[in-house]
């Protein structure tokens, strides 16, 4: 072997043991050592070893503007383009949340355990002697907006069950009100600003004649492409489920192995490609009515995936946890039930906006504990889309997220009527593995 050979074979092997080695250090050079959780343009998470972790804050020009060690991993995600949200553990099931704002490099106090970051507002409660009151107020500046609403919250450790902003001045919560965790849960819109000065027309909404006049029919699936286009769907589902490209949601960007509750194997997976039960099961058909076929997952939460084959890439339509799904209804509708609350059963009904999004359009409640039974019935904003006879009076109706009404069970009865009989009658067909991908699984 010549001398320009070795010396060149030498160099190789340097090149790759420092690359090798700067796997482990940042792409910055600040000669910290450590492997890498996560790395973006404005933070990063070292893990240092022997439990030791290094969190690393940087503005818009690359300084560094926080750094902290911590004990416990912390997590650092986008609330939305502007804003990082920084959480950290303290324990069981108690967290604090530090917020930076992007665009004018500053950060707020931390938030103990917040239930709900957006809009950068933040919703945490705050327990007083006589009374505990959900505080939503501007994450930087409580100046800015400061809401209190003392709430009947229960008296349990965490009587929260979910947060999140709807609109700069709207907030969806459920909350639980009873004595025990499980005993009584409610669920409000909460609005100020102006929103707050729209409340008396917000009550008039028709709920019960929204309902009445929505369109419940299905509309099949239906596939508008040809052989070849089919196939190159099918082959980028496949790439999703090889991991060879990532899933985006809303903010994160996220592989299929790293999808909570999801994630198989693809040789799991291909063991099972002719079993015909859960979790082996998907979805292939025009799920969204764009005559381009979209794939579902339900593995423990489920995914609706669309592939879109111009850039190589997937989006997540939705995603939910199985336990509150069952099933997709049709093009475009998908149908949530949740009767795992005591005492409460909960049926949704999720369809497209004008944009496209799967969002809530009808929201059922029964109330079965023979002592206390009630019905409660909701309608949101996108429900007018879904209505056969737009009645000219409710153009002018602001609806919030949501609205909802008491009724009696005899109106129960006539409103939901057609909404079971669609659901429980029509779904669209799930599939095996092999059924979707056929002999692309042999290749």
Request: hydrophobic share 35%; charged share 30%; with cysteine.
């Amino acid at each position: 072997m010549s001398v320009r050979k070795k010396i060149a074979i030498a160099g190789l092997l340097v090149a790759m043991t420092v690359a090798g080695c700067l796997w482990f250090l940042s792409d910055r050079e600040d000669g910290i050592a450590g492997s890498i959780i996560d790395n973006d343009t404005y933070f990063r998470i070292i893990d240092k070893g022997e439990g030791k972790y290094l969190y690393t804050i940087y503005n818009t020009e690359g300084k560094v503007v926080r750094e902290e060690e911590k004990f416990r991993e912390p997590r650092i995600s986008y609330v939305d383009q502007e804003t990082i949200e920084i959480f950290n553990s303290a324990g069981t099931a108690v967290w604090f949340c530090v917020y930076y704002d992007i665009v004018h490099d500053r950060f707020s106090e931390p938030y103990e355990c917040p239930a709900a970051a957006k809009y950068q507002k933040v919703a945490f409660l705050e327990y007083r002697e006589a009374e505990t009151v959900l505080v939503i107020q501007d994450m930087f500046d409580p100046d800015i907006c400061y809401q209190e609403f003392p709430l009947d919250f229960g008296k349990v450790v965490l009587p929260v069950v979910s947060a999140e902003f709807k609109g700069e001045e709207t907030l969806l919560i459920t909350y639980e009100s009873g004595d025990f965790y499980g005993d009584k849960e409610k669920t409000k819109i909460l609005t100020w600003g102006e929103r707050e000065e729209n409340a008396d027309l917000q009550e008039k909404i028709p709920v019960c004649d929204i309902v009445r006049s929505m369109d419940f029919t299905v509309k099949e699936p239906h596939l508008d492409i040809t052989p070849e286009e089919n196939r190159v769907y099918l082959e980028g589902y496949l790439k999703v489920l090889k991991n060879e490209i990532p899933a985006i949601g809303e903010v994160e960007v996220k592989y299929y192995k790293d999808l909570w509750r999801a994630g198989s194997e693809f040789e799991e997976l291909l063991k099972e490609k002719a079993t015909r039960e859960y979790p082996y099961l998907y979805y292939y058909d025009d799920l969204d009515g764009d005559g381009k076929p979209e794939f579902a997952i339900n593995q423990g939460c489920m995914y609706l995936f669309k592939y879109e084959p111009e850039p190589d890439r997937c989006i997540i339509l939705d995603s939910e946890e199985s336990c509150y799904f069952s099933t997709i209804v049709g093009t475009g509708l998908i149908w949530r039930h949740d009767g795992l609350h005591a005492n409460v059963v909960r049926d949704d009904l999720i369809g497209l906006d004008k944009d496209g999004n799967f969002e809530d359009i009808l929201r059922l409640e029964e109330g079965v504990n023979p002592k206390s039974p009630y019905f409660e019935v909701g309608v949101s904003d996108t429900s007018f889309q879904y209505v056969d006879e737009m009645d000219e009076a409710w153009k002018g109706l602001e609806t919030p997220f949501f609205e909802y009404q008491d009724v009696s069970e005899e109106e129960w009865k006539e409103l939901t009527g057609p909404f079971f009989e669609m659901v429980e009658n029509n779904a669209v067909l799930q599939k095996t593995l092999e059924e979707v991908f056929g002999e692309l699984l042999e290749e």
